[in-house]
């Protein structure tokens, strides 16, 4: 299924593009925090690429010779935050709210730009999401050709694949995280990336 369908917005003709810092991420295993402003913390199960070169004016065609590898990514998210104005860039980067690993897998290990793996997320031990790295909207190819007309990519950049339909901000009535739960990403032939929440002190 299509996250777009569950956002307040229309499936895009070109991807939804916003940095986050380092600072709002933790690795395998550490606490995502609940900001202390707002209850909304949401979770959103993506592929992570990294990259091993890089460039500007990247033809998609030559786009996954600069992939090193993918890992996993938990694009925790500050609803009431994300949707205060037209730019989620502040709703997506409050500290430790999101997560990134626990491993990278080399591209040569997994099908081209990662396609056709089944993404998971669980919560508590449900799975919440569930869908195929083959229906991204915007492949890796694309996503890496589309960023290097703006932006000159490098060695070690992270670029993140969007999330597909199941967060809690999507569901009636909407189901944010709270401390004590367990939030898992799992995607085939990469691994399982796990972080409790807790409540920022």
Not at 51 to 74: C, M, P, T, W
């Amino acid at each position: 299924d299509d996250h777009t369908k569950e956002s307040p917005y229309e499936q895009p003709d070109y991807p939804t593009l916003f940095p986050r810092w380092n600072s709002s991420l933790t690795a395998h295993n550490q606490p995502l925090i609940r900001p202390r402003v707002s209850d909304t913390l949401d979770y959103e199960g993506e592929m992570a690429v990294v990259l091993k070169s890089g460039g500007r004016h990247i033809r998609k065609e030559d786009a996954l010779d600069q992939v090193a590898g993918y890992a996993l990514f938990n694009e925790g998210s500050v609803r009431a935050y994300q949707f205060k104005s037209p730019q989620w860039t502040v709703g997506k980067n409050f500290d430790n709210t999101g997560a990134f690993g626990p491993v990278l897998v080399t591209a040569d290990e997994l099908p081209a730009g990662g396609k056709g793996l089944l993404l998971e997320t669980r919560v508590n031990g449900k799975v919440v999401q569930s869908a195929n790295t083959e229906d991204m909207l915007f492949d890796v190819a694309t996503l890496i050709s589309t960023l290097s007309e703006a932006v000159t990519l490098e060695a070690g950049d992270v670029i993140v694949s969007g999330t597909p339909a199941g967060v809690g901000f999507g569901m009636t009535p909407k189901v944010f995280l709270k401390a004590g739960d367990i939030v898992e990403v799992s995607i085939e032939g990469i691994g399982k990336l796990v972080n409790p929440v807790v409540d920022e002190v």
